[in-house]
């Protein structure tokens, strides 16, 4: 159960974590809380699932990197093992299971195109996989989402 000082923690952590060489100490004192307090609190949230990752966002185009999402039509039986060869790959960001032809979606992050390639040839050899359909994006939309916690 999620208490007043994670709620206010998490409120914050969305978005504005301090560029400063202790952010938790920043965090903290912001909080009127230690240090410690807000570590423990921060692995609390990450152990039981409210928190998944901390970190930056970064425009991963300006930095030379290419990006798809790839829509698989897997046949079901090899679903587990097609979904956990595909998070085994360093720039698959995240995948998930759909209804309908195309039932394990996934998006990849590559350094430039040939290693993009190599990786969605490889995937497209798994075993169970009928299809792979690969659908760069043509256009840019990034929707910020905040919760905000009361």
């Known amino acids: ?15 504005d974590i301090p560029l400063v060489s202790r952010p938790f100490a920043a965090l903290a004192e912001r909080l009127g809380a230690d240090e410690g307090t807000v570590i423990d609190r921060l692995r609390f949230l990450r152990d039981n699932g409210f928190i998944r990752r901390i ?11 290419v990006s798809t999402l ?9 679903l587990p093992a097609v979904a956990a060869a595909v998070n085994a790959y360093p720039g698959v960001t995240h995948n998930y ?12 992050l590559s350094p430039h195109m040939a ?6 040839a490889e995937v497209a050899g798994l075993p169970g996989i009928k299809r792979l359909l ?10 910020n989402v905040r919760f905000t916690l009361e």
């Open 70 to 78: 790839v829509a698989l039509a897997v046949e079901p039986d090899a």
């Open 55 to 65: 970190g930056p966002f970064f425009d991963s185009g300006r930095l030379g990197y």
């Open 97 to 108: 299971e759909r209804e309908g032809k195309y039932n394990l979606w996934f998006a990849l």
């Open 134 to 143: 690969n659908l760069p994006a043509t256009k840019k939309f990034k929707v």
């Open 1 to 15: 159960m999620l208490n007043d000082f994670d709620k206010r923690l998490l409120n914050i952590i969305q978005s």
């Open 115 to 120: 290693a993009q390639e190599r990786v969605l």
